[in-house]
């Protein structure tokens, strides 16, 4: 089995597996690899480990970051910070509804790619022209969404905590409103939103486990058996267990708290199981008569000599009085 080491470019980016050939890295070194965008430096987030699949196009480690490389490294990071004042200047200059992020250079200096955020598409093939003129080198803007906004940027969320996004979630997973409702959260966008405007993230955590609790737990209005007879829940705590139930016997009283194992059953259908009365069951209806069925009456025949039934048209013929001489 071959061995692979994991490589980061970006301080939270994503981690790429690459072959080390005879080097035995550890976490925190740089090192320069060969990537399908050239060649780059980047930071051991994984040690050498034995490779899950063989794969053959997988690039190799070239180097450990040299004295040089280092320099050229720092050199890189100040340009990027001047050609993201440029880019700012530019983007007012030409008036283009977009917010500028971060811009990146390549190590051997090859391109530059600046990434942007925008509500919509943006027309920036003059601002790319300006900035090829004024840099001298390729440039490539990349439009990005506001989760990977608030990933680059980072900061701090309502919990108190870095995000989530930028400090160990590396693939973002969907998060929709419905999981706020099962888990029992506000609706209020303010508090089950994030900084960067999207649901947060955090909702997905537990979001499998709420599913198996709610598939244990009766919903409140459903019709239970407990050890003391038969009630409805009234309120129900997901992650406690605990249910109120509201007795038969005693339906003005107050609720009973219980525990969701205590219940023996849930009653499917909520109408009372009575035998039929015979005094009230309908009586049965005498069966038809069927009526019997009518001869048919038969065609009568009329003899040849019988001259048709009806008016004469004598318009056709000839006979009509009108066509009559005068005498």
Do not use: W
């Not at 003391?228 to 009283?253: A, C, F, M, Q």
């Amino acid at each position: 089995m071959s061995m692979v080491v994991g490589i980061r470019f970006q301080e939270n980016g994503k981690v790429y597996d690459f072959d080390p050939g005879e080097l035995t890295l550890l976490p925190g070194e740089l090192v320069v690899v060969e990537t399908a965008r050239g060649i780059e430096c980047g930071t051991v987030a994984r040690a050498n480990r034995t490779a899950s699949e063989e794969r053959e196009d997988r690039k190799p480690v070239l180097r450990r970051a040299t004295a040089e490389d280092r320099r050229r490294q720092e050199e890189n990071a100040q340009k990027a910070r001047e050609a993201m004042r440029i880019c700012q200047e530019r983007i007012a200059a030409h008036g283009l509804e977009m917010k500028l992020v971060d811009a990146e250079y390549a190590f051997d200096n090859s391109k530059i790619t600046f990434n942007f955020t925008a509500d919509g598409r943006v027309d920036f093939r003059n601002l790319v022209k300006d900035l090829a003129a004024t840099l001298h080198t390729r440039i490539e803007l990349h439009q990005i969404g506001v989760r990977d906004e608030a990933k680059k940027l980072g900061g701090i969320g309502i919990c108190g905590q870095p995000f989530c996004c930028s400090r160990f979630l590396r693939d973002f997973q969907p998060v929709s409103i419905k999981m706020a409702k099962e888990q029992g959260l506000s609706l209020n966008p303010t508090k089950i939103s994030g900084s960067c405007g999207r649901l947060m993230c955090c909702l997905k955590y537990e979001q499998d486990t709420y599913e198996e609790l709610i598939k244990m737990s009766p919903k409140v209005g459903a019709v239970v058996m407990t050890p003391e007879g038969r009630g409805v829940v009234t309120d129900s705590n997901i992650l406690t267990g605990k249910i109120k139930v509201r007795l038969d016997k005693n339906v003005d009283g107050p609720a009973v708290d219980m525990h969701r194992d205590d219940l023996n059953a849930v009653v499917r259908d909520t109408r009372p199981h009575t035998e039929a009365d015979p005094a009230t069951a309908p009586a049965e209806e005498a069966p038809k008569q069927e009526k019997p069925q009518q001869p048919k009456p038969q065609p009568v025949n009329k003899p040849q000599g019988d001259k048709p039934q009806g008016r004469t048209d004598h318009r056709r013929r000839g006979h009509h009085p009108r066509n009559k001489r005068q005498g």
